[in-house]
């Protein structure tokens, strides 16, 4: 049986709201939904900031004197679960997933169109109800893992609203999940052969199948850790027989995986930036896709390289270090693809490339951090002190959300038309940059040195340190000014972008900008080579 | 420019957009089985974990009566036998026959949850009593929810193949064939889960 998916009878147009209005429409045109997903991440992502640089005032001073000592565990639980579930994991993929995919496979739509607007019509809900859940009696205060025994014995109300929006919220990464897998599986135009896809298609194809194999496992801890809390049953309760590294193996099984649902699609998303500013193919495409399956199925099987100070027996610590340390060569691979492609380029030194270089660079401190961490002995050592948050935050703030504005500076012409402001957008690296680097950096040090994470209270020898670190979060907080300003004066009045401002070959750019409902008029074009530019080049001379 | 090839694969009319492709719907359902499979998968771990690692003290050790849930097996599995029954009927556009074979499986289905809530109510040991308990409710709680949701959806095709034979024929046997999908993994989940739960 053959099914009709035409966009503009699914959708009904005349019954949609134009303009900007239908963007707060329930709409079934995956363009729509992507901004939807990009414009509701990032709301939560002034909320999350918001409390990061309340987290930094309480730390610029070593005594717990800006909040209360629970109110900092609040805080700082609300902050890592909306920067997580909220921000990074849609917007790297609902967002350009959605609006990228139907463009690099050549159709119109998604595989379930339907499926898709349920999926993002999940987030906003359950986004406010946990936000909501920080007014009730006993907000969540056990970090964004939950750890037990902490989130059964602290007040609970709030830990079961937490649980409840987190189950949500995964129920709407595994709806996309499915959707993308279908889209780029099945739904392919005729013609276009699976080793001819831009590169962010196998990045979403690796970030799905970890989301549909790995999703799905947390979810049924949360419901164990809920009948702990409402109906008084044992699981991860020590007192009561249960046992609490059970918890720790289900929760980082789906979390260590979540780290790669994280950062595989910033990786695509890279691939796809890199060759369109240094005017070069992108370096061992085949190496590349192989990379990401690599990492795929090593990052299934190293969950319990964040265990090593809970007792693991040594073989299992021996075990997991070595498959930990294994993760480094394919993504080492995938780094020496993106340096050769810069390699002898034709740069163009703009926002969209600024940001994507800065990622290369802290990606790779963060990627180094990393490797030493899978070593036992370093890690025992460090476990829970700033050096793991300097980490993580090195991949996820330094990596993908360094992506996230660098993908934004890239297509913002084809959603809109229109340019941004390319002296702003500089402007907002810089800040970002410097900013990011000051706030974390030093944390390296604090934590080799033994200041404890999740603490609002510490030893005075770390104070100067501590104030560094907070004056770049103030300086991150500050770089969002001119981004914002930046959307909003482009979106008003900006330079008409043109259809293909860039000059790029993968097929969202060979529609109109911004695209029609259908994304093309007649057919989709079948593109064999997204990165032929060196041809293009030689065609031009 | 050399990347582009608008003409060659597809012959179709250009100025339609309306586009047809094929039914992946089932495709996105095994997807989905997949994905439920691994809620199951976690708790069997941490239920294996749980047995190896965590023992239960002397006297809290129960032997699991066999009979209840033997005959359960044998119900889901002859349940599947008979949905197969009613696809093949549905497929030589027997309708009625189809129907029939269909309220015979939900039926066999609610027999399943009776019995288990029977068992239930006759066990020696309540949800909290201890984690070997708290395991088998979750377990078998878990899997009972999917059989509840199952049986419903037998309901509900069969109902509507009554009452306007149209919704269910040999060109649509999508609803049907999916609710079947389900149907056997939810049946290889049982089988699995007995084994680990009763016979281990
Ligand atoms: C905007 C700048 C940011 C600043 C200044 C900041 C600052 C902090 C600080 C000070 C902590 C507390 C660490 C501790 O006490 O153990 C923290 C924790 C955390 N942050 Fe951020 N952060 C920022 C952005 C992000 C982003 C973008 C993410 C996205 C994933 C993120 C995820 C987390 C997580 C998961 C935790 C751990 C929370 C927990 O342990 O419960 N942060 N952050
Ligand atoms: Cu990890």
């Given at each position: 049986m053959t099914i009709s998916i035409d966009p503009q009878k699914t959708n009904n147009e005349s019954l949609q709201p134009k303009g900007w209005l239908r963007y707060f429409s329930f709409s079934l045109d995956h363009k729509v939904i992507g901004i939807q997903y990009l414009v509701c991440g990032f709301l939560f992502y002034l909320i999350g900031g918001t409390l990061a640089s309340a987290i930094r005032i309480e730390l610029a001073s070593p005594m717990s004197d800006f909040m209360p000592r629970d109110v900092?565990?609040?805080?700082?639980?609300?902050?890592?679960?909306?920067?997580?579930?909220?921000?990074?994991?849609?917007?790297?993929?609902?967002?350009?997933?959605?609006?990228?995919?139907?463009?690099?496979?050549?159709?119109?739509?998604?595989?379930?169109?339907?499926?898709?607007?349920?999926?993002?019509?999940?987030?906003?809900?359950?986004?406010?109800?946990?936000?909501?859940?920080?007014?009730?009696?006993?907000?969540?205060?056990?970090?964004?893992?939950?750890?037990?025994?902490?989130?059964?014995?602290?007040?609970?109300?709030?830990?079961?609203?937490?649980?409840?929006?987190?189950?949500?919220?995964?129920?709407?990464?595994?709806?996309?999940?499915?959707?993308?897998?279908?889209?780029?599986?099945?739904?392919?135009?005729?013609?276009?052969?699976?080793?001819?896809?831009?590169?962010?298609?196998?990045?979403?194809?690796?970030?799905?199948?970890?989301?549909?194999?790995?999703?799905?496992?947390?979810?049924?801890?949360?419901?164990?850790?809920?009948?702990?809390?409402?109906?008084?049953?044992?699981?991860?309760?020590?007192?009561?027989?249960?046992?609490?590294?059970?918890?720790?193996?289900?929760?980082?099984?789906?979390?260590?995986?979540?780290?790669?649902?994280?950062?595989?699609?910033?990786?695509?998303?890279?691939?796809?930036?890199?060759?369109?500013?240094?005017?070069?193919?992108?370096?061992?495409?085949?190496?590349?896709?192989?990379?990401?399956?690599?990492?795929?199925?090593?990052?299934?099987?190293?969950?319990?390289?964040?265990?090593?100070?809970?007792?693991?027996?040594?073989?299992?610590?021996?075990?997991?270090?070595?498959?930990?340390?294994?993760?480094?060569?394919p993504t080492g691979i995938k780094f020496f693809n993106w340096v050769a492609t810069l390699w002898g380029g034709k740069i163009s030194i703009n926002s969209a490339m600024l940001f994507s270089c800065g990622?290369?660079?802290?990606?790779?401190?963060?990627?180094?951090?990393?490797?030493?961490?899978?070593?036992v002995p370093f890690d025992i050592h460090v476990h829970d002190t700033y050096f793991v948050v300097a980490h993580f935050h090195y991949i996820?703030?330094?990596?993908?959300?360094?992506?996230?504005?660098?993908?934004?500076?890239?297509?913002?012409?084809?959603?809109?038309?229109?340019?941004?402001?390319?002296?702003?957008?500089?402007?907002?690296?810089?800040?970002?940059?410097?900013?990011?680097?000051?706030?974390?950096?030093?944390?390296?040090?604090?934590?080799?040195?033994?200041?404890?994470?999740?603490?609002?209270?510490?030893?005075?020898?770390?104070?100067?340190?501590?104030?560094?670190?907070?004056?770049?979060?103030?300086?991150?907080?500050?770089?969002?000014?001119?981004?914002?300003?930046?959307?909003?004066?482009?979106?008003?009045?900006?330079?008409?972008?043109?259809?293909?401002?860039?000059?790029?070959?993968?097929?969202?750019?060979?529609?109109?900008?911004?695209?029609?409902?259908?994304?093309?008029?007649?057919?989709?074009?079948?593109?064999?080579?997204?990165?032929?530019?060196g041809k293009e080049i030689s065609e031009q001379k | 420019m050399t990347t582009l090839d608008s003409s060659k694969e597809i012959q179709k009319n250009n100025s339609e957009v309306n586009e047809t492709h094929e039914d992946f719907r089932m495709f996105g359902l095994i997807t989905f089985l997949i994905a439920d499979g691994m809620t199951f998968a976690g708790f069997f771990a941490a239920y294996l974990t749980y047995k190896a690692v965590n023992p239960l003290p002397d006297g809290a050790i129960y032997e699991l009566e066999l009979p209840i849930p033997t005959l359960n097996t044998i119900l889901l599995l002859v349940s599947s036998a008979t949905f197969h029954k009613a696809g093949k009927a549905l497929l030589k556009d027997k309708n009625s026959d189809s129907q029939k074979w269909l309220f015979f499986t939900a039926f066999l289905g609610i027999i399943f949850l009776i019995c288990q809530l029977f068992e239930y109510f006759h066990l020696p040991f309540g949800l909290t009593d201890n984690l070997f308990a708290s395991t088998f409710y979750a377990l078998t709680g878990f899997h009972g929810l999917h059989v509840t949701l199952g049986t419903l959806m037998i309901l509900i095709i069969g109902w509507q193949s009554r009452i306007n034979g149209g919704r269910l024929t040999s060109q649509n046997m999508f609803p049907l064939e999916a609710v079947e999908l389900y149907w056997h993994f939810v049946d290889g989940i049982w089988v699995v889960l007995f084994i680990i739960l009763y016979l281990l």
């Open positions: 900092y565990n609040q805080v700082l639980t609300l902050h890592g679960t909306i920067m997580i579930f909220l921000w990074i994991v849609p917007v790297v993929n609902g967002a350009f997933g959605n609006y990228l995919i139907p463009f690099y496979v050549g159709a119109r739509d998604m595989a379930f169109p339907r499926l898709n607007a349920v999926a993002f019509w999940l987030i906003p809900p359950s986004g406010l109800m946990l936000v909501a859940s920080y007014f009730v009696e006993g907000a969540a205060q056990a970090g964004w893992t939950a750890y037990p025994p902490l989130s059964i014995t602290t007040p609970q109300s709030g830990q079961i609203i937490w649980i409840l929006s987190v189950l949500l919220l995964g129920g709407s990464s595994i709806f996309g999940g499915i959707n993308f897998i279908a889209t780029i599986i099945k739904l392919r135009r005729p013609g276009l052969k699976l080793m001819q896809l831009p590169m962010y298609c196998w990045a979403m194809l690796g970030t799905s199948l970890l989301v549909v194999l790995s999703t799905p496992v947390l979810a049924g801890t949360l419901i164990l850790l809920s009948f702990d809390i409402i109906a008084n049953t044992g699981f991860f309760n020590p007192v009561l027989g249960g046992n609490v590294v059970v918890y720790q193996h289900l929760f980082w099984f789906y979390s260590h995986p979540a780290v790669y649902i994280m950062v595989l699609p910033a990786f695509g998303l890279v691939s796809e930036i890199l060759p369109v500013h240094a005017r070069k193919p992108l370096f061992g495409y085949t190496t590349m896709v192989f990379s990401i399956m690599g990492i795929v199925v090593l990052g299934l099987v190293v969950w319990a390289h964040h265990m090593f100070t809970s007792g693991t027996p040594p073989w299992m610590r021996l075990f997991f270090t070595i498959a930990t340390a294994f993760i480094a060569v990622f290369i660079v802290n990606f790779v401190f963060g990627g180094i951090t990393g490797v030493a961490l899978a070593q996820v703030y330094g990596g993908t959300v360094f992506i996230i504005f660098s993908s934004i500076y890239h297509w913002f012409p084809k959603v809109t038309g229109k340019m941004l402001n390319e002296k702003l957008g500089i402007l907002h690296f810089i800040i970002t940059f410097i900013g990011f680097n000051l706030c974390f950096a030093p944390q390296h040090w604090l934590g080799l040195n033994g200041m404890p994470r999740r603490v609002a209270e510490y030893d005075p020898q770390f104070q100067f340190v501590n104030q560094i670190s907070s004056l770049g979060a103030l300086l991150m907080a500050i770089s969002t000014i001119p981004f914002l300003i930046n959307v909003f004066l482009s979106v008003k009045n900006g330079k008409n972008a043109g259809d293909n401002p860039w000059n790029a070959l993968t097929p969202e750019w060979l529609t109109s900008s911004p695209p029609p409902v259908e994304n093309w008029e007649g057919e989709a074009p079948l593109v064999e080579e997204p990165y032929g530019y | -």
